[in-house]
């Protein structure tokens, strides 16, 4: 099993839609927890964190369960503009450094 | 602004040359990365380093190896590059919170 998994996608969404990705991760003692965006031919940026109790920012949500062992990212009203593969990102104290593992991306495309 | 700069956008390399890949951060991190990203596979860590003079092996180390003697600067080498790493190659540094990434070198070796 994957440590992380995401669906890649293609996930085409017309302007205005809700969409949600859901990423699994495999090792229940994983600490922290982030959705990146990377844009094409572009390099990945840090989107949100992801709290224990969800976060929104703007039209993004993103909810951790830990019990079932996956986040999700929400977005609402869908633009153009996010149009991008999103990454899901675990990290892990191992052996007094932080293990960072990302997922392979889900890829959106919002369409007019 | 946190600015992670990688030495060449693009290179063509040919089988068994060394390649050097460097990569320079202005924020005085500790912790700085080094991945490769193929489609499908996505981002796989190779080596990474939280020290100067200190490297750690990630997920696939084979056939690279690193240099850190300076705390902004972080090199990968490539002894003798071989087709199979023909990859984007995305260096990074981080704080605890967040991952801040250089704009990739595109390598291919013919």
């Known amino acids: 099993r994957k440590e992380v998994e995401q669906d890649p996608g293609p996930f085409n969404v017309p302007e205005g839609a809700t969409v949600a990705f859901n990423c699994t991760y495999s090792?229940?003692?994983?600490?922290?927890f982030f959705w990146y965006r990377q844009d094409c031919r572009k390099e990945p940026k840090l989107l949100m964190s992801?709290?224990?109790s969800g976060n929104e920012d703007g039209r993004f949500t993103a909810q951790l369960n830990r019990a079932s062992q996956y986040i999700s990212l929400l977005i609402r009203d869908s633009k153009l503009s996010d149009s991008a593969t999103y990454l899901c990102v675990v990290t892990l104290n191992s052996g007094g450094y932080q293990k960072v593992t990302f997922g392979t991306g889900t890829k959106l495309q919002v369409i007019p | 602004d946190v600015k992670v700069t990688q030495s060449s956008r693009y290179l063509v390399k040919r089988t068994g040359e060394k390649v050097f890949l460097e990569c320079v951060q202005d924020m005085d991190h500790e912790n700085m990365f080094w991945y490769r990203q193929d489609p499908g596979l996505g981002l796989r860590l190779i080596y990474f380093?939280?020290?100067?003079?200190?490297?750690e092996k990630g997920d696939i180390p084979e056939g690279y190896s690193v240099s850190r003697e300076k705390k902004e600067r972080f090199s990968l080498i490539l002894e003798s590059a071989s087709t199979n790493q023909t990859s984007m190659y995305l260096c990074a540094s981080s704080t605890v919170r967040e991952q801040y990434f250089g704009p990739g070198t595109r390598l291919t070796v013919t």
């Open positions: 992801v709290y224990s």
């Open positions: 090792n229940s003692a994983s600490q922290s």
């Open positions: 380093s939280y020290d100067v003079k200190m490297k």
